[in-house]
């Protein structure tokens, strides 16, 4: 981790393309203004956190719908019948 005092006003800037300025100094606080191309995602980490953690469950209940599904089938249409394959002569 690379730590950096800065003031009011200055700026740090990432690679060719993102630039983060400090705009505002509180007792507790610092804003930040990112400057970054429409198709970077900045997140504040708690909001990538719950993301992260919200896509784990879904994924986890995906997995448990399929394993407890009869035959290994996630078919949740209990009047569906296997099909048969047609008889050759």
């Known amino acids: 981790m690379l730590i950096i005092a800065r003031r009011k006003g200055q700026r740090i800037v990432i690679g060719h393309d993102v630039e983060v300025i400090v705009t505002e100094l509180s007792r507790g606080s610092v804003k930040l ?4 191309p429409s198709d970077r995602s900045i997140l504040r980490g ?3 956190d719950a993301v992260e953690a919200a896509n784990r469950a879904a994924i986890e209940t995906s997995l448990d ?3 407890s599904a009869p035959n290994g089938s996630s078919n949740t249409d209990a009047t569906s019948k296997p099909r048969r394959e047609p008889e050759r002569a």
């Open 33 to 36: 203004g990112i400057v970054a």
């Open 46 to 48: 708690e909001i990538k």
């Open 65 to 67: 719908s399929v394993a």
